[in-house]
């Protein structure tokens, strides 16, 4: 695993920054959507559409909004080192339009065990009789509305990763439900750790 807490976080970020070091700017740019500023020696990159910049030489992720303080700060522990993993592993490669439970991908048992259960049920708990919550909060970061559930838009995370929330809302007969998708392809682009803790972010982001 490389999300860990202590020594092991650390650890690991300190492995993806070494491993990004050594890498083609331009590669990197052109495979995870980012552009790289030569001036500067960094990336800017989109992250839920707020712009964030990574710099190896100086071994910093920052950001210029509200919003990437949230990102960067508050839940750094989800973000700065799939941030890493997503420059270090992305692919130019399209996506399938195929959304899968990241449950049901190969190694996506760990959805299920322990500490790693997505906290889907505060969603449901939250927005299950405000829709319109659910979706302006969306909106927020750029979540782009779809048809499905009684509600449900798509985030970008990531360019090359998007993450479809949906929200069934709560009725006389049935308690509400919430769930999270992402694109069949998402795997091509993290590891299963970092699909975690991607998925976390976008359910944080929303509570």
């Given at each position: 695993?490389?999300?860990?807490?202590?020594?092991?976080?650390?650890?690991?970020?300190e492995?993806?920054?070494?491993?990004?070091?050594?890498?083609?700017?331009?590669d990197?740019?052109?495979?995870?959507?980012?552009v790289?500023?030569?001036?500067?020696g960094?990336?800017?990159?989109?992250?839920f559409?707020e712009e964030?910049?990574?710099?190896?030489?100086?071994?910093?992720?920052?950001?210029?909004?509200?919003?990437?303080?949230l990102l960067?700060?508050?839940?750094?522990?989800?973000?700065?080192?799939?941030i890493l993993?997503?420059?270090?592993?992305?692919?130019?490669?399209?996506?399938?339009?195929?959304?899968?439970?990241?449950?049901?991908?190969?190694g996506?048992?760990?959805?299920?065990?322990?500490?790693?259960?997505l906290?889907l049920?505060?969603?449901?708990?939250r927005?299950?009789?405000?829709?319109?919550g659910?979706l302006?909060?969306?909106?927020?970061?750029?979540?782009?509305?779809l048809?499905?559930?009684?509600?449900?838009?798509?985030l970008y995370?990531?360019?090359?990763?998007?993450?479809?929330?949906?929200?069934?809302?709560?009725?006389?007969?049935?308690p509400?439900?919430?769930?999270?998708?992402?694109?069949?392809t998402c795997s091509?682009?993290?590891?299963?750790?970092?699909?975690?803790?991607?998925?976390m972010?976008?359910?944080l982001?929303?509570?």
């Amino acid at each position: 695993m490389l999300v860990g807490e202590g020594r092991d976080w650390l650890e690991g970020e300190e492995r993806a920054w070494d491993i990004l070091c050594e890498l083609s700017p331009q590669d990197v740019g052109h495979r995870a959507k980012a552009v790289y500023d030569e001036l500067f020696g960094r990336y800017v990159l989109p992250l839920f559409n707020e712009e964030i910049s990574v710099s190896p030489k100086d071994r910093q992720i920052r950001g210029n909004s509200l919003a990437a303080d949230l990102l960067l700060n508050e839940l750094h522990y989800y973000s700065r080192l799939s941030i890493l993993w997503y420059l270090i592993q992305s692919k130019d490669v399209p996506l399938s339009g195929n959304l899968v439970n990241p449950s049901h991908m190969i190694g996506g048992l760990m959805f299920e065990r322990g500490s790693h259960i997505l906290p889907l049920e505060e969603i449901a708990k939250r927005y299950g009789s405000d829709v319109q919550g659910f979706l302006q909060r969306g909106v927020k970061f750029s979540g782009e509305q779809l048809n499905y559930g009684d509600a449900s838009f798509r985030l970008y995370p990531f360019p090359r990763v998007p993450v479809v929330l949906l929200l069934w809302k709560s009725d006389e007969e049935f308690p509400a439900n919430a769930d999270l998708l992402f694109d069949s392809t998402c795997s091509i682009h993290l590891p299963m750790d970092i699909i975690w803790s991607t998925a976390m972010m976008s359910i944080l982001i929303m509570l």
